[in-house]
């Protein structure tokens, strides 16, 4: 495997969106630069609320140069106080505190439309299906002082990027388990690639070769391969929430974009309300049902067309296979004479072995166990790459949707934190200032509520 250095893979890992839309010197060796540029032009100029993408409260909030105010929701505020630490939590952010923006609004702050809905819905629904009576959830506002020489550029996160960091530090740990179970894991995840080829090769096809291929097929066939590639439930919904926010033109989503928002009650609604993932979230199982896939649009956004969602999930997903699954300039061919080693494949579809190993080892024999090391040594690559590059916070980079981290590795990191109340108008007040602390170390994956019914303590961030 030609793994490269650290800090190269989590460079590799943000998207940079203060970049051009075009490089002005393309580079020729890869073979997706042109499709990669075509689709940001794309994105921003030919969909209805492209504009967001460059400009956005989000980044307003992150390039400014005043106090930064991010809101925070915690189930477990009695437990957190009691021990005065506040510890992040893994997923897309990585190991960060999860937050949205607040906007200052006269003697209070107005909520990023995110914040509302995990404070006034996604929160109480998991506190209703997995939580124990007396439980509320409870906002947290901080206030961050923007320090000196922090990053002024806007480089966020894309976990669809961490395959090739995830296959490193499994090489790493890897001796953890035993030459059985080694050997057990990479069979594995072997199998599961080596009988999920008929998608990989289509969704190849369609990208190198412009094959042409009926968008309710391509869908069938994706349903079919993601229970053996769980990161392609991943990759579906990105697709999906990203075409919902991008051509949504219901009258609730212009009234957010009026305010420099992404409508995240789209794909929100559609993971909690549609698909009934309240108290079990889990991407890996997003399968919206292919044969009626109208109906499923229509409950989620009827503003939006179900033949042209179907053709767009058909080429963005094939190409986000080819950009996040494959290894980089590596354009696979004749599948069926393909080697069915470990090794071997890893030089092809490095990122997709990564992501099928990290997925694998939730579950995996006495693995679980050692997964918390897993994340904690991801969480440490990524707090030396953000402090490297004077990031104090992060934020999801797949899509400027609202998601933001504060980074809990930076050095002398100067906030505040207040328990808040909601008014009658919707508007976030700070109550009660508290002596908490924010901790460089990850809550264990086996407490936190989204992934297990057994309550935290603390509890982390929900999203």
């Not at 793994?3 to 989590?10: F, K, T």
């Not at 914040?115 to 509320?136: C, D, I, M, N, Q």
């Not at 009827?302 to 300039?329: G, H, M, N, P, Q």
């Amino acid at each position: 495997m030609d793994i490269r250095n650290d800090y190269h893979l989590w460079a590799d890992a943000h998207a940079f969106f203060d970049s051009p839309l075009i490089s002005s010197t393309p580079d020729h060796t890869d073979p997706l630069g042109q499709q990669t540029a075509a689709w940001e032009i794309r994105l921003a100029q030919d969909t209805p609320n492209g504009a967001l993408l460059r400009g956005n409260t989000l980044f307003d909030a992150l390039t400014s140069t005043g106090p930064l105010y991010l809101l925070h929701v915690t189930h477990a505020l009695e437990e957190i106080s009691e021990q005065g630490f506040l510890y992040p939590s893994g997923g897309c952010l990585v190991g960060s505190i999860y937050c949205a923006p607040l906007i200052a609004d006269g003697s209070g702050f107005r909520m990023h439309n995110l914040a509302e809905y995990v404070l006034t819905k996604e929160a109480p629904a998991f506190v209703a299906k997995v939580g124990p009576s007396g439980r509320t959830p409870t906002p947290l506002i901080f206030q961050i002082t923007r320090p000196r020489r922090a990053y002024r550029g806007l480089a966020g996160v894309d976990y669809l990027r961490l395959g090739l960091i995830h296959l490193s530090i499994y090489t790493h740990l890897e001796y953890l388990l035993s030459t059985a179970e080694r050997y057990e894991l990479r069979e594995t995840v072997v199998s599961r690639v080596k009988n999920s080829t008929t998608f990989l090769a289509l969704a190849a096809a369609i990208v190198y070769e412009g094959a042409v291929v009926a968008p309710a097929v391509f869908l069938e066939m994706l349903d079919e391969a993601i229970p053996r590639l769980p990161i392609l439930g991943y990759l579906y919904f990105e697709a999906f929430a990203e075409y919902l926010m991008l051509h949504s033109t219901s009258e609730l989503t212009q009234r957010m974009a009026a305010r420099g928002e992404f409508n995240n009650w789209l794909y929100k609604e559609m993971l909690f309300a549609t698909l009934g993932m309240a108290g079990k979230f889990d991407l890996a199982k997003f399968r919206p049902p292919p044969d009626r896939f109208e109906q499923f649009l229509k409950r989620v956004d009827a503003s939006v067309d179900a033949v042209d969602a179907r053709a767009y999930l058909r080429d963005r997903i094939s190409y986000l296979v080819a950009a996040r699954l494959f290894t980089a300039r590596q354009v696979p061919d004749a599948w069926h004479h393909t080697r069915w080693e470990f090794e071997g494949l890893a030089a092809h579809l490095g990122p997709l072995l990564g992501h099928l190993i990290h997925r694998e080892l939730r579950t995996f024999g006495r693995y679980p166990d050692f997964y918390f090391y897993f994340d904690q040594h991801k969480a440490l690559q990524a707090w030396n790459y953000w402090n490297h590059m004077d990031i104090f916070a992060p934020f999801n980079g797949t899509m400027p949707k609202g998601e933001v981290g504060i980074n809990p590795a930076y050095p002398d990191l100067e906030y505040c934190v207040w328990r808040a109340e909601q008014d009658d108008t919707g508007r976030i007040h700070p109550v009660e200032q508290l002596n908490l602390t924010i901790a460089p170390r990850l809550v264990d994956i086996k407490y936190t509520l989204m992934r297990n019914n057994k309550w935290p303590v603390p509890e982390p961030s929900v999203g």
